[in-house]
C-alpha cells in the first residue's frame, strides 16, 4: 500500500513541472518575438540610430531650399510670368500664344531670311571688318546730321547702337554678296533720267554737282531690288518647314 501511494505522489508533482516548462518555453518565444520586432523596428527607423540633430539638419536644409527657389522664383519669374493684371498673373506662354498669331509668320520669315544669309556669307567666304562697320556708322551719323540726331534716331526705332552695328554688318556683309552674284552698272543715262524726273529736289543745281549723289542712290537702288531677287530665288530651293 505505500508503494502505491508513493507512485501517486510522483505523478502528482511531475505535472505542474511540465506546465512550468512549457510556460517557460512560450516566454522565451514571447522575447524573441520583442526582440525581433524591436531590431525591425530600429532599422526601418534611421531616426532612431542617427544623431539627435538629424531633425534640425533637415529643417535647416528645407528652409534653405526653399529660401533658394523662392530667390530664383523672383529672379526668373519674367520666363514664366509676363505679369499681373489686379494681382491675376499672365503667363508667359499666354503672351507667347498671342504674339505668334500676331507676328509668328512674320517673325519666322525674317529668321529664314537671317540664316539663310548666313549660310551663304559662310559658303562664299564673306565676312566684315570693323572697320568697315565703323566707317559705314560714320557716314550714316553724318546724313543724319551728327551723334545727337543719331542717338535720338535710334530711341525712336528702340534701338541700341550695338544693334545698329549689327545691322550695318549685315547689310554690308548682304551687299558684297549681291555684288559678287550680279554685276550692277550705274549708267549716265539712268542718271541724267534720274536727275530730269526729279527736278523739283534738285531746284536749282547742275547735274555735274549731284552726279555722284544719284549714282550712289540708283545703286543702293539697284542693290535692293538685287536682294529681293536673290531672297526669292534662294528660297526657292532651301528646304523650309514652318509649323506656325
Do not use: C
Not at 526668373?76 to 499681373?84: F, K, M, S
Amino acid at each position: 500500500m505505500a508503494k502505491s501511494t508513493s507512485k501517486k505522489t510522483i505523478t502528482k508533482k511531475s505535472v505542474p513541472m511540465k506546465e512550468s516548462k512549457t510556460k517557460a518555453a512560450k516566454s522565451v518565444r514571447v522575447i524573441k518575438k520583442l526582440r525581433a520586432l524591436s531590431k525591425e523596428a530600429v532599422s526601418e527607423s534611421p531616426s532612431v540610430r542617427r544623431s539627435p540633430f538629424g531633425f534640425l539638419t533637415k529643417l535647416v536644409l528645407i528652409i534653405a531650399l526653399g529660401s533658394l527657389l523662392f530667390l530664383l522664383a523672383q529672379k526668373y519669374r519674367g520666363h514664366l510670368i509676363a505679369g499681373t493684371i489686379n494681382s491675376v498673373p499672365v503667363s508667359r506662354y499666354e503672351l507667347n500664344q498671342k504674339m505668334v498669331e500676331k507676328y509668328g509668320k512674320q517673325t519666322f520669315d525674317e529668321i529664314v531670311s537671317e540664316r539663310l544669309l548666313i549660310q551663304e556669307l559662310k559658303k562664299n567666304k564673306i565676312s566684315v571688318t570693323e572697320k568697315e562697320v565703323s566707317d559705314e556708322m560714320a557716314k550714316i551719323v553724318k546724313d543724319y546730321g551728327g551723334e545727337e540726331a543719331f542717338k535720338a534716331a535710334l530711341s525712336q526705332y528702340n534701338l541700341t547702337e550695338a544693334k545698329a552695328k549689327d545691322s550695318i554688318n549685315q547689310s554690308l556683309a548682304l551687299k558684297k554678296l549681291i555684288e559678287k552674284s550680279y554685276k550692277i552698272e550705274i549708267t549716265d543715262e539712268a542718271i541724267k533720267k534720274y536727275f530730269d524726273d526729279n527736278k523739283t529736289m534738285f531746284a536749282g543745281k547742275k547735274l555735274e554737282d549731284v552726279k555722284a549723289d544719284i549714282k550712289d542712290t540708283l545703286y543702293q537702288q539697284e542693290v535692293y531690288a538685287k536682294t529681293q531677287e536673290w531672297f526669292a530665288g534662294i528660297r526657292k530651293t532651301a528646304k523650309v518647314v514652318s509649323f506656325i
